[in-house]
């Protein structure tokens, strides 16, 4: 029998909604594409959308900004972590963080995860305790979200605040309450490959309204915070407005309107996210020497992405399963690479970091573990075609 082929592409995104093509045409023809640029009395389209967004994920402020990661290094800034300070933050991440870290010349510590790819609760308790850390920086990795009662709990008993990086968790709920409204500050993303896009983007979340303030005056407002939605009250900025510095990293017209036309359609998505996501959790956790962990029953989640491990092959195997997999078209990536790939990298392999850790659990469980994305491009029969890849794949290395 001829081999299954899969011939879809994993980076492919869905076009941007008619009506935010419309938008984003109308304003490149007043050629007003700061969000400043404004005529008497109207409203611009990055205002909006902060408070858009404020509503949606239930919180005060909104700051809409440049990047993801910008929006992590500014919500360290704003929580006062100063150079030199450590912040503690799960190994299990992307770069951006360490570099959000790096970027406000403060030094990360690294918490081991557990085999749910959460942040390891005993080894952040601990770390709370010993490493002098006042800040965590919780990136709740490819949508997994840990027991948030807990980790308030360690926080609040140590003095910690809480940072949270919800790049992956836009519309994720712990317990019913939204990924981003445990912590005192939180960052988003809009970059393309996440749940809203607009190229690149990010949003701050606060219900701290003097955090909320230096935020917006350090985003670039000049004196021009009023033009800001969900944003606090004159005499909040009045008493900030010139002690916070000018970080610029604002948004503009043309991608707070792509990112209006989506944010209404959001909620849908995630339904059809999880759709493809539960029928690959279905369909590989079937196949033997396949280990998916099981979500608790308190999370919410956005299947964009699934990871999986193999615990039947040798790890030495594994790169070339994954180009087995390649071949026919199924795209994954291996978190246990020695050296970075694309998008992927292991916390080891960021050498600018002083005194790197050896973290042997969370080293144990990325050396077996694959990741792939999850479209919206794809359907339910995509899903049925990518695990008879992987299974036929698989099988040829167990027998
Ligand atoms: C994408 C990402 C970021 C940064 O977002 P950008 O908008 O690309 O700057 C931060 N953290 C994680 C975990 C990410 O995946």
Redesign the pocket.
């Given at each position: 029998m001829a081999k299954i082929k899969f011939t879809k592409s994993f980076t492919q995104q869905e076009p941007i909604p008619a009506d935010g093509i419309v938008l984003a045409t109308n304003i490149m023809q007043t050629g007003r594409l700061h969000r400043y640029n404004l005529e008497e009395g109207e409203e611009g389209q990055a205002s909006m959308l902060e408070t858009e967004f404020s509503t949606w994920q239930e919180v005060d402020y909104c700051l809409a900004c440049t990047?993801?990661?910008?929006a992590?290094q500014l919500a360290l800034r704003v929580c006062g972590v100063k150079p030199g300070d450590k912040v503690l933050a799960n190994a299990y991440?992307?770069a951006?963080?360490p570099g959000a870290i790096h970027n406000v010349s403060a030094e990360p510590v690294f918490v081991e995860i557990n085999a749910n790819y959460h942040i390891d609760l005993e080894d952040l308790a601990t770390k709370s305790k010993n490493s002098g850390a006042k800040y965590l920086l919780l990136?709740h990795?490819r949508g997994h979200i840990a027991n948030m009662d807990r980790i308030v709990e360690i926080c609040n008993h140590e003095g910690i605040r809480l940072i949270e990086?919800c790049?992956?968790t836009m519309g994720s709920k712990w317990r019913g309450i939204r990924s981003g409204n445990f912590g005192l500050v939180s960052?988003f993303?809009?970059?393309t490959?996440?749940h809203i896009n607009s190229g690149?983007?990010?949003f701050l979340t606060t219900n701290d309204p003097e955090l909320a303030a230096k935020a917006v005056v350090s985003s670039g407002s000049y004196m021009l915070y009023g033009r800001h939605g969900a944003s606090p009250a004159e005499k909040i900025f009045k008493k900030i407005r010139q002690h916070a510095p000018n970080y610029s990293g604002r948004m503009d017209q043309l991608r707070a309107s792509l990112l209006r036309s989506q944010l209404p359609r959001l909620e849908k998505n995630i339904v059809r996210w999880n759709v493809l996501y539960d029928l690959l959790f279905e369909g590989l956790s079937n196949i033997d020497g396949v280990v998916i962990p099981k979500r608790h029953e308190k999370e919410f989640y956005v299947g964009s992405s699934i990871q999986f491990r193999l615990d039947k092959i040798g790890i030495n195997q594994i790169p070339q399963f994954v180009d087995e997999c390649s071949s026919r078209g199924v795209e994954l990536k291996w978190f246990g690479a020695s050296e970075p790939k694309a998008f992927t990298s292991r916390y080891d392999s960021w050498s600018y970091i002083k005194n790197l850790p050896v973290l042997p659990i969370t080293l144990s469980i990325l050396d077996r573990t694959l990741d792939m994305r999850i479209p919206l491009t794809f359907s339910s029969e995509d899903c049925k075609i990518i695990i008879q890849v992987i299974q036929s794949e698989i099988e040829k290395f167990q027998d």
């Open positions: 990047s993801g990661g910008y992590i991440t992307l951006p963080v990136s990795m990086d790049a992956h960052a993303s809009t970059q490959y996440k690149e983007g990010g």
